[in-house]
T-cell receptor
C-alpha cells in the first residue's frame, strides 16, 4: 500500500466554523507533512511531523492547528479561517524526516473554500 | 533562502515530440531532487527522485538529470502523448523541507 489518503475531498466552511482535515498513511512512514497550494502556485510547506512530534512550523497562523495522534494519522484543525485561506491542502509522508531526505508521497488533497 | 525556478512556464507541443523541462535552484546544498506531475485540482504524483550523489534517473519515457554544482536539473520526456498533459514540478530537498519550483504547464495535442 503506497497510498496517502485525505478526507474530505472538498470542504466549504464559514469564517466562524471549526473543521478538521484528515490524512492517513499505512506505509510505516514516520514523517508527515502539511502543504498549502493556491491556484497556479507551487505547494508551500506548513508543518512537518517527525516521529509524531512537530519539528517544523513555517510560521503558520494559529488558526491552523496540526495534530499527529499516531504514526499513521495527521490532522489539521481549522478555526476562524479567512477567505484567503481557501486553497488545496496537501498531505505527504516519507519514510523519515531526518537529514537523509526520503521520497515524499502525496495525497490527493482537500479543496477548502472559506466563505 | 532556496529559490527554485522552472523554464518554460508553459509548453504546447504536438504528440510524438521529445521535450525538455528545465529546473534551476540557487543553493546547491540539497539532499535530493524530485520531479512531480500534477493534474488540475489533484495531488502530486512523484515521477523521479535523484539523490544528490546521482547524475540521472530513468523511468520509462522519462529521464531526469542533475548537475548539483551548477544548480540545474532537466526532465526529458520522450515521444510525448496527450496523457502527459499536466503541470510538472521539480522540488529540491534540504533538511526536512521540500522547496518547489514554479512549475511547467505542459499541453500535448493529438
Amino acid at each position: 500500500d503506497t497510498e496517502v489518503t485525505q478526507t474530505p475531498k472538498h470542504l466549504v466552511m464559514g469564517m466562524t466554523n471549526k473543521k478538521s482535515l484528515k490524512c492517513e498513511q499505512h506505509m510505516g512512514h514516520r514523517a508527515m507533512y502539511w502543504y498549502k497550494q493556491k491556484a497556479k502556485k507551487p505547494p508551500e510547506l506548513m508543518f512537518v511531523y517527525s516521529y509524531e512530534k512537530l519539528s517544523i512550523n513555517e510560521s503558520v497562523p494559529s488558526r491552523f492547528s496540526p495534530e499527529c495522534p499516531n504514526s499513521s494519522l495527521l490532522n489539521l484543525h481549522l478555526h476562524a479561517l479567512q477567505p484567503e485561506d481557501s486553497a488545496l491542502y496537501l498531505c505527504a509522508s516519507s519514510l523519515q524526516g531526518t537529514a537523509v531526505a526520503y521520497e515524499q508521497y502525496f495525497g490527493p488533497g482537500t479543496r477548502l473554500t472559506v466563505t | 533562502k532556496q529559490e527554485v525556478t522552472q523554464i518554460p512556464a508553459a509548453l504546447s507541443v504536438p504528440e510524438g515530440e521529445n521535450l525538455v523541462l528545465n529546473c534551476s535552484f540557487t543553493d546547491s546544498a540539497i539532499y535530493n531532487l524530485q520531479w512531480f506531475r500534477q493534474d488540475p485540482g489533484k495531488g502530486l504524483t512523484s515521477l523521479l527522485l535523484i539523490q544528490s550523489s546521482q547524475r540521472e534517473q530513468t523511468s520509462g519515457r522519462l529521464n531526469a538529470s542533475l548537475d548539483k554544482s551548477s544548480g540545474r536539473s532537466t526532465l526529458y520526456i520522450a515521444a510525448s502523448q496527450p496523457g502527459d498533459s499536466a503541470t510538472y514540478l521539480c522540488a529540491v530537498t534540504g533538511f526536512q523541507k521540500l522547496v518547489f519550483g514554479t512549475g511547467t504547464r505542459l499541453l500535448v495535442s493529438p
